[in-house]
């Protein structure tokens, strides 16, 4: 199994635009409730979700190995982008330690989990770019740009930027959806794991976020961690659904555990996958040469 056989095609045979990222519609409403900086117990907790956030940019160099497999010239150059912008957001990230004094603690286990590379293009833009920057996007649109208090005067020009990175995760999860219905609809056979490894991304999320709750239960806040993460999860599955990933009714727990063995057939065949480059057989083809 390699990267290169699914290589991506032509651009001509792609959609004009990208699809737009209907799933994001409808952001959780946090209510007004903020994190205030000034009380210890908030600064740490701000401090672990943008760690969080800070690794997850770190991960952003793994687009580069998509930029080694891309198939296309349009996936190439989008890559290029991407790598330029995950670039830029890590710095931003790191200026937004700086602004608060605040100093990066390590990533929690299930965010290094959940951001781990994989060489096996489908996979890689399905549970990397589609689904798990989705839930990036929820995290620094939903939670930061909420919960972070405009109070305070360092505030307003944090969330102007991240407003500009939120942006971005948008255009990132658009490409990940639209190669992911092009992946699928050359390769249908790949829903079943797919589904199946969305289940277990599912059941690993909320990991880092009792991280959070176990901190302070009655945090205005952290109170609504629950029905946050029950809005992840079900803007996830609607996700999937729409990208004809998962059946409109969620199947019972004998086809779940079906798929989500499939699913973990499939990654572990993935770890064997050898990303390869593919430019160099079709920049004639690409550039619009015949032959
Ligand atoms: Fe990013
Ligand atoms: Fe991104």
Same mark, same amino acid.
């Given at each position: ?201 599912? *059941?690993?999320?909320?990991? &880092?976020? /009792? #991280? +959070? @709750?176990?901190? %302070?239960?009655?945090?205005?806040? =952290? !109170? ?24 409109? *009714?969620?199947?019972?727990? &004998?086809? /779940? #555990? +079906? @798929?989500?063995? %499939?699913?973990?057939?499939?990654? =572990? !065949? ?22």
């Amino acid at each position: 199994m390699h990267a290169q056989d699914d290589a991506p095609t032509p651009p001509a045979a792609a959609p004009a635009a990208a699809v737009p990222l209907s799933s994001h519609d409808a952001p959780f409403d946090f209510g007004g409730a903020v994190f205030d900086l000034s009380r210890p117990d908030d600064h740490q907790l701000v401090r672990f979700m943008l760690s969080q956030a800070l690794y997850g940019e770190a991960t952003g160099v793994y687009c580069g190995r998509s930029l080694y497999a891309a198939g296309s010239l349009e996936a190439a150059r989008f890559y290029l982008r991407q790598a330029r912008q995950e670039l830029n957001h890590l710095e931003l990230f790191a200026d937004i330690f700086r602004a608060l004094d605040m100093q990066p603690m390590k990533a929690h286990w299930a965010v290094r989990l959940l951001a781990a590379h994989n060489d096996y293009y489908p996979l890689k833009v399905m549970m990397e770019h589609a689904i798990g920057e989705g839930m990036v996007l929820d995290i620094f649109r939903d939670v930061l740009l909420q919960t972070l208090p405009d109070s305070d005067p360092r505030i307003p020009g944090i969330k102007k930027k991240l407003r500009v990175v939120c942006k971005e995760e948008e255009e990132h999860v658009a490409w990940g959806e639209r190669e992911t219905r092009r992946l699928l609809a050359e390769r249908p056979g790949l829903a079943l794991p797919f589904y199946g490894l969305i289940e277990l991304q599912l *059941a690993v999320a909320p990991a &880092a976020a /009792r #991280a +959070l @709750a176990g901190r %302070a239960d009655d945090h205005p806040v =952290l !109170r609504q961690l629950p029905a946050f993460l029950a809005h992840v999860d079900a803007r996830v599955r609607r996700q999937a659904v729409a990208l004809g990933i998962a059946p409109a *009714a969620r199947p019972g727990p &004998a086809r /779940r #555990a +079906l @798929a989500m063995a %499939a699913g973990v057939l499939l990654y =572990l !065949r993935s770890q064997l996958s050898r990303s390869r480059s593919q430019l160099e057989h079709i920049y004639l083809r690409e550039l619009g040469f015949p032959g």
